[in-house]
T-cell receptor, first 113, second 114 residues
Framework: KQEVTQIPAALSVPEGENLVLNCSFT??????LQWFRQDPGKGLTSLLL?????REQTSGRLNASLDKSSGRSTLYIAASQPGDSATYLC????????????FGEGTQLTVNP | GAGVSQSPSNKVTEKGKDVELRCDPI?????LYWYRQRLGQGLEFLIY????????KSGLPSDRFSAERTGESVSTLTIQRTQQEDSAVYLC????????????FGPGTRLTVT
């Protein structure tokens, strides 16, 4: 059974700092990995999708990497802003579980002005 | 274009009543997923539909839960004889097909069972 873990559970940083969020998964036979953002009381916004054959994806100030063999992904946020404050979730789909996403518990990020 | 929409946005119901939650996927998306997020817990998979194939119901927590999908459009999640532990945010997602494709989520329905 696929398990996804995110570290840290919570993170508070001053504005402008670069930061890294970590995600690990137990079964490396994945289709893809998605990073999402969730604002309080809202649904999920997809940030980045990395296919199993890819090593990284970039969108603006966000960069996500994937090391499938070690079961790890990182989300790098450059020059953080207060508007980046949210919960960040990573999720994987894979051969064992089909198309369904298995989610981590999330990292709650607070960027202080 | 329009994203995934869900209705109602909020639903308060009494224990023992039945509820129906609706999801309108992105037009042309053949795969549709339901997840739920209970307070303080992670998202858990409930069910998914892919085209005309039999749905994967393996995440439904009990036989009080069921879901239908009309072709490749609207889906309805029904919870019968609601219990307090059913209180959660129910999220729907769609993707162009199953497998390697990105899933796009709706805003969710917050269900409160009193």
């Amino acid at each position: 059974k696929q398990e996804v873990t995110q570290i840290p559970a919570a993170l508070s940083v001053p504005e402008g700092e670069n930061l890294v969020l970590n995600c690990s998964f137990t079964d490396s036979a994945i289709y893809n990995l998605q990073w999402f953002r969730q604002d309080p009381g809202k649904g999920l916004t997809s940030l980045l999708l990395i296919q199993s054959s890819q090593r990284e994806q970039t969108s603006g100030r966000l960069n996500a990497s994937l090391d499938k063999s070690s079961g790890r992904s990182t989300l790098y946020i450059a020059a953080s802003q207060p508007g980046d404050s949210a919960t960040y979730l990573c999720a994987v789909s894979g051969w064992a579980s089909g198309s369904r996403l298995t989610f981590g518990e999330g990292t709650q990020l607070t960027v202080n002005p | 274009g329009a994203g995934v929409s869900q209705s109602p946005s909020n639903k308060v119901t009494e224990k023992g009543k039945d509820v129906e939650l609706r999801c309108d996927p992105i037009s042309g998306h053949t795969a549709l997923y339901w997840y739920r997020q209970r307070l303080g817990q992670g998202l858990e998979f409930l069910i998914y539909f892919q085209g005309n194939s039999a749905p994967d119901k393996s995440g439904l927590p009990s036989d009080r839960f069921s879901a239908e999908r009309t072709g490749e459009s609207v889906s309805t999640l029904t919870i019968q004889r609601t219990q307090q532990e059913d209180s959660a945010v129910y999220l729907c997602a769609s993707s162009p097909q199953e497998g390697y494709y990105e899933q796009y989520f709706g805003p969710g329905t917050r269900l409160t069972v009193t």
